[in-house]
């Protein structure tokens, strides 16, 4: 709908600005400064700092607050009378008067707003007496800094945190001259740190502990790129100082606008200077591995390659990339490992997004959406969330939903199979029990498919609140404009959620399946490196490594034992396996397994186009120089291909000696008799004083990725293994907030942090960080959405 | 016996039990039970009979005389004489009698003559509790002819033509408000009550919510109705218990009747009320602050457009008005705009009620046409100032209010009269003071209640304030300098000019018009370090002036600290090392002879 134009005049210059603008929209547009401190457009205007007031020369006399008085046809403003500048600079002079002068301690010096204009508008001396002093910071909480002695009560953290985030852990407190800005009864800060808040406190009450007293604002070299923690891409602002990273802000658009991170983004980035990497390659010579040339590791792990194919063939040989890959190395890897040797292919970090990314392209015969049809998903009315986690997978999705629910008329419907974030702030909300959640969405396409006006179909139990259902039904009936979000279970099985998404396919403008890392939509759509094999599937990659299917894992940036649950089934099933070779950025615990490790740079020390979860395609450049003697993976995947004997060209011949039909798996000596029983069925949980309870592993805010993981900041936050359920469940069996518990299953036991989860059902657990985390790996099996458990209270 | 009096009202107001802590309840039930004429006389609890400086009061009805209760001795001799006489008025009593003092009847009295009672008719009259005796004094007839006969565009018109306007202080027309409402199709719509009635001394919703709130109620069924609203909301400061309980108990029997709730008389028509207790924030009484506050979030005002008529309480169309403003609804509903418009002045129709305090005679609610001019209020209503005291200034409109001094009394009190002065109506609070208010103190006050009851949001009234009342200390601390006076002005110009809401652009007022008026009060206590009205105590030499002085001992005989030398004859003398400086002597003295 455009709206009319809207003429007026600022300081006698005409400009037109679509009706709704602010004067401040206008005079941005006509190129004219007007002073603010509260503003921020990811928020609604506020009117707290009376710093953008300007005249009107039609009410002369009257100051007008310029950033929410809506423009009007034949406004004559004017912005630098000599009444607007003295207002300006008393209004400056009354902010100092309550703001300490700690300028040379301040580590907002340099890019403070208030500096800024207190040095625009000339107000010099002390121009009221102070009544601030400087106080002590509280550096209560991680990451985050707040100095509340310097705060000006713009009271944009507290907008941001409500407001954008959904989260409202900051409020006002006190009124009148004695108000601040606080957390419930003075608390440390407990949040989702996002660091938004930091991004838009214009002075220097919030700051960022990591970058706080290390470097001055003017030394920092600016650079555009992107944040890698998962498949969104979100486009961030790296600070550096003599190539290293200083910190990572979002990024500020054209149009002055800010945009979004989460914590991953703005306090992640210390994962790109964790020394636990291999700083040059090694390969094993006996019972040790030794570091060797790139020449040499590169011949190695070629020969081993050539030798294992040679007697294995190709089938037998499992490809797992981390979705760290460009897509010009997944192409490499696709024509190598998919069209040549005919290896499998999958993901243990993205196999669910890869999965339900390729139902969906199969069942659209090959042509899901790429970036070529990206149709905006936030201009729909309604947003249908397929599955739990889609905040927790990516965080930045909850501002950008509270910013979509913000509009009138939007609703968010969520099916889940846990109550997470979103469904607590959705319109609809439907939890069905995770072991049920495939059945239930069956019974549910089956009911949308039935004739309108035939007998209901046969659904079966759908095992949730039938007025809900009937709304779900209904919503998803009325022809609305929908945009349906895909959410893999951590470790479950995405594909009848994404026949589902499928069939809803023609009535939603846009498909999007989540949970995916970098560039796992570029590596599928662009360079066509599907699934394929039983490595597609973390069950079955498990179960052909226990069988003798897979005998050579190639881990390009995977690390099973970080990612793969089983335990000591994987260490068992890697130790058996004739090739495993890690290729990839970081240390891994199977590196020490493997016969060759190879270190690849990580995404912003190499270049490369990466395309994210929603289509957009964006070009990395390298931002830092590679650590050690690390190479960019389409380098030594190009070497990997030479010393293989294979022309780079497009008609190569086939590897003649080797055998590369994929059908033909040549067997191997019998196996050893494994320690683990291959089939492992749960036994019965011995009873005892316990908490029984159904244990659903969800994904974790602060990543679960390999670079978040990486990252010791998002790991001090996880603070390990939780185990969160119903406030009612936590004082009936006495567990205290924090307490340390231990859990058992069927498959193995391990230590936790017990704690509170709203929504949570009576006799659910909600089992979190568990990726990395070897003990939380054991309780579990690929496959399984739930698990039975009992949590015991830890005894010291 | 049989008396011609059939009821008698007695006031419960917390005024009148300050001054003398008794039960009359109890007193009046005993001399009537006495008098054996118990079961003929109803009882009948009210609130301000509008006689506060006279209480504890009752009143004689029908006839309407108002006594005084002094004692339970007088009290029965009251009753007696007064019944015995067929309920007129006897000749005046013997000097020597012990009876209760009888105030003439109200037709004869300057306070009550002079006044004209249209949202105040049933105070007193009738028993808040009883909607039954609302119904007898034509209560709800205005909700059944507006429901049976007329449109809602009807009742706007009607609402429209009256003229009536916001008695809240910003005086925006009701009826243009109503319609601004009706025009939006969203729903529900919602209909509130402003009752946090936060300005110091001003006690008039207070007093209309206790002594006839289904007037109250009546009024916002009708703009319900009017504006297409099925809910309403009242906002009561928790500080008024009894306006609560008289509003629980209104809202009840209405709804037990059939006013309220689904299908209101019958006509399909859906409307209730919910009570939401405020919890003191001075700031909850700007429209958009308590809406944030019935929404359960912290009261800040919030920008404007949208305007609450379109974007209101959760966002729907909203339609707020003050409680007298709905007080007065029902009975321009029933008399016709036309008869409303008749009373008060061409923009300012109708009544307004006022609470007058301070240095006056009788303090008390006063209910007058508009355009009744200030010296009417004060000195024939009010009685003029209190003791030997002269008149100095008239302060009207609460901490957003300016004073006015004497030049100013002959301007009639409308809502656009007074702003050339620099003053406004405000919600009609008036505060009397005399010349031993000084003008610097009164600033002060008035701004440190302003500073503290600031939400905090916005910069000019935040910090702004803080300023003046830093300026304003040091003034009356002796610190002053010349500059202060013009950084004051600066300042306090700046914080009306600039800040958001209502209470920081009127919260200078009190300062801006105190500097306009008094000024030279500002002047002697920054040049001359002295505080004329004797009240600024770092100001206070503590000496007895032996040229007017006449030697009474009075000041030796207050002083708490012994520290006042006296022999008898002899002019006193201060020991102003002992002196801790208390003013009790200052007080005491009738000839202003210790400064």
């Known amino acids: 709908m455009e709206k009319a134009l809207i003429t007026l005049r600022i300081n006698e210059r005409e400009v037109s600005v679509p009706g709704g603008s602010t004067i401040l929209d206008a005079a941005g547009k006509a190129g004219v400064f007007i002073p603010t401190l509260c503003h ?37 403003i004017v912005t630098d009378s000599e009444r607007v500048l003295e207002a300006v600079r008393t209004q400056l002079r009354l902010i100092l008067a309550d703001h300490p002068p700690d300028c040379p301690v301040c580590d907002k010096a340099g890019e403070c707003t208030l500096q800024d204009l207190v040095n625009r508008y000339g107000v010099s001396g002390v121009p009221l007496p102070a009544t601030r002093t400087p106080g002590a910071a509280d550096r209560a909480a991680p990451l985050i800094e707040r100095d509340m002695s310097r705060c000006v009560l713009c009271g944009l953290c507290v907008r941001i945190c409500g407001e954008l985030q959904g989260r409202g852990e900051l409020d006002f407190v006190h009124r009148g001259h004695r108000v601040q800005v606080g957390t419930d009864g003075g608390r440390p800060l407990d949040c989702d740190f996002c660091g938004l808040c930091v991004s838009a406190c214009p002075v220097g009450a919030l700051n960022d502990r990591l970058y706080g007293n290390r470097t001055r604002v003017w030394k920092l070299e600016k650079r555009q790129a992107f944040c890698t923690h998962c498949g969104l891409i979100c486009p961030a602002e790296f600070h550096l100082e003599k190539g290293r990273i200083r910190r990572v802000v979002p990024e500020k658009g054209d149009d002055g606008v800010k945009g979004l991170l989460c914590v991953r983004g703005s306090f992640g980035w210390r994962a790109f200077e964790n020394a636990a990497r291999p700083a040059r390659p090694r390969v094993r010579r006996g019972k040790t591995q030794v570091e060797v040339s790139w020449n040499e590791a590169v011949k190695y792990a070629a020969g081993k390659l050539r030798n294992f194919l040679a007697a294995r063939g190709g089938g037998s040989l499992a490809l797992l990339t981390a979705d760290h890959l460009t897509t010009e190395e997944a192409l490499s890897c696709r024509s190598l490992f998919l069209d040549r040797i005919h290896s499998g292919v999958g993901s243990l970090r993205a196999g669910g997004y890869r999965r339900i990314l390729s139902v969906l392209d199969g069942e659209n015969g090959g042509s899901f959406p790429g970036g070529e049809d990206r149709r905006d998903p936030w201009e729909a009315d309604i947003l249908l969330v397929l599955g739990g986690g889609a905040v927790e997978h990516h965080p930045v999705l909850k501002p950008l939903v509270n910013r979509f629910l913000k509009s009138p008329w939007k609703e968010l419907a969520v099916v889940s199979s846990w109550p997470d974030d979103l469904s607590g702030r959705a319109d609809l909300s439907l939890v069905v029990p995770p072991e049920r959640f495939d059945e239930f969405l069956a019974g549910l396409r089956k009911a949308l498919s039935g004739e309108r006006n035939g007998p209901p179909p046969d659904t079966g139990p759908l095992f949730v609140d039938t007025e809900r259902l009937a709304r779900l039904i209904g919503l998803l009936e009325s022809g609305r404009n929908m945009t349906v979000l895909v959410v893999p279970d951590l470790f479950g099985d995405g594909g009848e959620r994404a026949r589902m998404a499928a069939f809803l396919k023609d009535r939603a403008r846009a498909v999007l399946p989540l949970g995916g890392g970098l560039n796992s939509r570029g590596a599928v759509l662009d360079a066509g490196l599907v699934p394929a094999g039983p490595a597609a599937d973390g069950a079955a990659l498990l179960e052909a490594m226990e069988d003798g299917r897979i005998r050579g894992l190639w881990l390009l940036g995977e690390d099973p034992l970080e990612s793969l649950p089983g335990g000591d089934r994987v260490r068992a099933a890697l130790e058996k396996l004739e090739l495993l070779v890690c290729q990839g950025p970081y240390e891994t615990a199977a590196a020490a397994l493997a016969h060759a490790v190879l270190p690849s740079a990580l995404p912003l020390e190499k270049s490369g186009t990466v395309r994210s979860l929603t289509g957009v395609e964006r070009t990395l450049h390298p931002l830092l120089s590679p650590f050690g003697e690390a190479r960019p993976d389409l380098e030594i995947l190009e070497d990997l291909r030479a010393a293989l004997g294979e022309a780079a060209g497009e008609n190569a011949p086939e590897f003649p000696e080797w055998n590369t039909d994929p059908g033909a798996v040549v067997p191997g000596p019998p196996d050893r008799p494994s320690s683990v029983p291959a089939e492992e069925s749960p036994k019965d949980l011995p009873g005892g004083e316990g908490f029984p309870c159904t244990l659903v592993p969800v994904p974790s805010i602060f990543g679960d990725g390999p670079l978040s993981l990486r990252s010791p900041d998002l790991l001090e936050l996880r603070r390990g293994l939780r185990v969160l359920m119903n406030v009612d469940d936590l004082e009936d069996n006495r567990f205290g907030e924090r307490e340390p518990v231990s859990v058992r299953t069927p498959f193995g036991s391990a230590p936790a942090e017990a704690g509170r989860a709203p929504g949570v059902e009576k006799g659910t657990a909600l089992l979190a960080h568990v990726t990395g985390d070897p003990a939380g790996l054991s309780l579990i099996r690929p496959g399984t959405a739930a698990v039975q458990a009992v949590i015991e209270r830890r005894r010291p | 016996m049989i008396p011609s009096v059939n009821r008698i009202a007695f006031c419960t107001s917390r005024t009148c039990k300050f001054r003398r802590d008794v039960d009359v309840r109890a007193l009046l039930a005993g001399a009537l039970e006495t008098l054996g004429v118990r079961d003929r006389i109803d009882l009948v609890e009210t609130e301000c009979l509008i006689s506060c400086y006279q209480g504890p009061s009752i009143m004689f009805l029908p006839g309407g005389q108002v006594h005084q209760v002094l004692s339970e001795e007088g009290l029965a001799d009251t009753l007696k004489s007064f019944l015995a006489s067929g309920g007129h008025p006897l000749a005046p009593p013997p000097a020597e009698s012990r009876r209760d003092r009888e105030i003439p009847g109200i037709e004869n009295v300057d306070f009550f003559a002079k006044q004209k009672l249209v949202v105040l008719r049933n105070r007193g009259h009738i028993d808040g509790e009883s909607i039954e005796e609302y119904i007898v004094h034509d209560g709800y007839l205005a909700l059944y002819k507006a429901l049976t006969a007329m449109t809602p565009e009807e009742v706007i018109a009607e609402m429209k033509r009256s003229g009536l306007r916001g008695r809240g202080g910003a005086g925006f027309p009701t009826g243009r408000k109503w319609e601004e409402t009706r025009k939006y199709n969203r729903f529900p719509k919602y209909v509130i009550c402003n009752g946090d009635e936060g300005d110091p001394g001003a006690f008039m919703d207070r007093s209309i919510m206790e002594s006839d709130p289904h007037a109250v109620l009546e009024g916002m069924i009708l703009c319900g109705y009017a504006v297409g609203a099925s809910r309403g909301c009242i906002y ?100 016709g705009g036309e008869w409303f418009r008749s009373i008060g002045t061409e923009d ?67 809502f656009d009269s007074l702003q050339d002065a620099g003053a406004m109506m405000g919600s009609g609070g008036i505060v009397v003071m005399d010349d031993t208010n000084c003008m610097v103190d009164v600033a002060r006050f008035f701004t440190q209640f302003c500073v503290d009851e600031s939400c905090g949001k916005c910069v000019p009234c935040r910090t702004g304030l803080n300023v003046m009342l830093d300026l304003l200390e040091k003034i009356i601390e002796g610190r002053g300098e010349p500059s202060d006076l013009e950084d004051l002005e600066k300042m306090a110009e700046h914080v009306a000019d600039t800040s958001h809401c209502g209470l920081g652009q009127a919260a200078p007022n009190p300062v801006l018009s105190t500097l306009r008026h008094f000024r030279d009060e500002y002047e002697a206590h920054i040049r001359e370090k002295r505080c004329p009205a004797l009240v600024c105590t770092d100001l206070l030499r503590f000496e007895v002036d032996g040229d007017a002085c006449r030697r009474c001992g009075l000041c030796a005989r207050v002083c708490p600290a012994d520290a006042v030398a006296w022999i008898k004859g002899e002019i006193a003398v201060i020991d102003r090392d002992r002196c801790i400086r208390c003013k009790s002597c200052i007080r005491a003295c009738r000839f202003r002879a210790i400064r």
């Not at chain 2, 006022?354 to 007058?368: D, H, I, M, R, W």
Request: hydrophobic share 35%; aromatic share 6%.
């Open chain 1, 40 to 76: 921020d457009k990811r928020v609604a205007p506020y009117g707290a700092c009376r710093l953008c007031v300007v005249e009107d020369r039609r009410k002369p006399g009257a100051l007008t607050p310029s950033c929410f008085t809506p423009a009007r046809d034949g406004m004559d």
């Open chain 2, 236 to 335: 009561v400061r928790a500080e008024y218990p009894l306006a609560l309980r008289m509003l629980g108990t209104a809202i009840a029997t209405a709804r037990e009747k059939g006013f309220l709730g689904r299908n209101v008389l019958g006509t399909g028509f859906d409307f209730d009320v919910d009570i939401y207790p405020g919890a003191g924030a001075f700031v909850c009484g700007e429209s958009t602050a308590l809406m944030f506050s019935i929404e359960g979030k912290r009261g800040m005002p919030r920008i404007k457009p949208p305007r609450s008529t379109e974007s209101g309480l959760w966002g729907q169309p909203t339609c707020l008005n003050n409680v007298e403003t709905f007080a007065n609804v029902p009975r321009i509903i029933l008399e």
């Open chain 2, 348 to 414: 300012s129709s109708g009544t307004k009620v006022f609470s007058l305090t301070g240095a006056v005679k009788n303090v008390g609610l006063v209910e007058v046409p508009m355009g009744t001019d200030l010296r009417t209020i004060i000195f024939d209503i009010g009685g003029g100032i209190r003791g030997n005291a002269r008149f100095k200034a008239v302060q009207l409109g609460g901490p957003s209010g300016g004073c006015l001094t004497e030049k100013h009394l002959h301007l009639p009190v409308t």
